[in-house]
């Protein structure tokens, strides 16, 4: 008997064109011998829309132009027909709705399994501070950072120029993708970031610049219970300063060594700083890890909950690289999903 899982996607976050490209490769990819799918596009007005996938992939950047197969708008409290026989959903939200714990309290309380953590992991990894403050009390590594913004009056430009020098990372707390953030090369670029950062957060991470090697490092809880860390990939921009948004999805502008050409020990230590950050935050079902590496320190720098998973992805590299396939992939989040919120 076939499973008839929602996958969704879109949202109101600056990710958006991301998680529609997440969808489609999850709809693309999955097995169709088991599942039975429905695509699930949230607008930015966070209004729900759906087609059944009965053979092709609906168009999912177009799901309200005329001709679509796509059914709606419709109302997050009045769309019962779209979540009808839904055995699980498969989340490919990031950011905000998706990421921070909205969705999953809004799916916790329709009684909808989902793939992925819970309200709180999702909320505490999504913020950048939280999360912070949780991996230096369990004894990881994070850059030196301040918090600015008006609640912390005493960090002025200033002082975040003593401290932090330059170049140094501005960050909105609850931002991926590389969205809402920016490197600052002198006091002029830091006032302008800050200015503009400011428009989307109170308060603004200010996190003195590491160099040296990036790596990430997924996390997937199994269907037995365990947990495993995939191959770490290095992560080297191509043309950009920083692996930003641009570097991220965008063919050829970033290499991603899969394994990390790296001595055993070092890959194993990065496995297991990921594994502990998903067992820190309390994360399930899926994670991946972004951290540092220079003068033999690995310096944590965030916790994805709901990783990319388009075609220039890590995860799904990363997956593929210990000889699994992205449609197995997708099996195990699922079948996790199912398995542990029954």
């Given amino acids: 008997m076939s499973i008839k899982i929602n996958v969704i996607m879109g949202g109101p976050s600056a990710e958006y064109e991301v998680s529609l490209n997440s969808g489609s490769q999850v709809l693309a990819n999955i097995d169709k011998r088991k599942y039975v799918l429905r695509a699930v596009v949230v607008d930015k007005d966070k209004k729900f829309y759906y087609a059944d996938v009965d053979g092709g992939i609906p168009d999912v950047h177009n799901f309200n132009s005329a001709g679509s197969p796509f059914k709606g708008p419709f109302h997050p409290y009045d769309c019962k027909e779209i979540w009808e026989n839904c055995a699980a959903a498969f989340l490919a939200l990031h950011g905000e709705y998706g990421e921070d714990g909205v969705i999953q309290g809004y799916l916790d309380a329709l009684g909808i399994p989902y793939t992925g953590s819970s309200v709180y992991a ?187 998973m388009t075609s220039t992805s890590l995860l799904p590299k990363s997956f593929e690289a210990q000889g699994g396939t992205y449609a197995e992939l997708l099996d195990i989040l699922i079948s996790t999903a199912l398995k542990k919120r029954t």
């Fill in 122 to 308: 999702s909320a505490v990894a999504m913020n950048k501070i939280t999360s912070k403050f949780l991996y230096e009390l369990n004894g990881l590594t994070v850059p030196a950072y301040s918090i600015y913004g008006i609640n912390n009056p005493s960090v002025t430009v200033d002082a975040v120029i003593e401290k932090h020098g330059f170049p140094c990372f501005l960050k909105c707390p609850q931002s991926g993708s590389s969205r809402l953030m920016g490197r600052a090369g002198d006091k002029d670029s830091l006032v302008s970031l800050l200015k503009e950062l400011q428009e989307s957060a109170v308060d603004i991470l200010v996190e003195t610049n590491i160099s040296g090697a990036e790596f990430s490092c997924g996390v997937i809880d199994l269907p037995d219970g365990s947990i495993k860390a995939l191959p770490p990939i290095e992560i080297r921009s191509v043309n950009s300063e920083f692996f930003d948004y641009t570097a991220k999805y965008t063919k050829g502008e970033a290499v991603e060594i899969v394994p990390a050409p790296y001595p055993d020990e070092l890959l194993k230590e990065i496995e297991d700083i990921a594994v502990r950050s998903h067992k820190i935050l309390g994360c399930f079902g899926i994670s991946r890890t972004d951290m540092m590496y220079d003068n033999s320190k690995l310096y944590v720098l965030e916790t994805n909950t709901l990783p990319g």
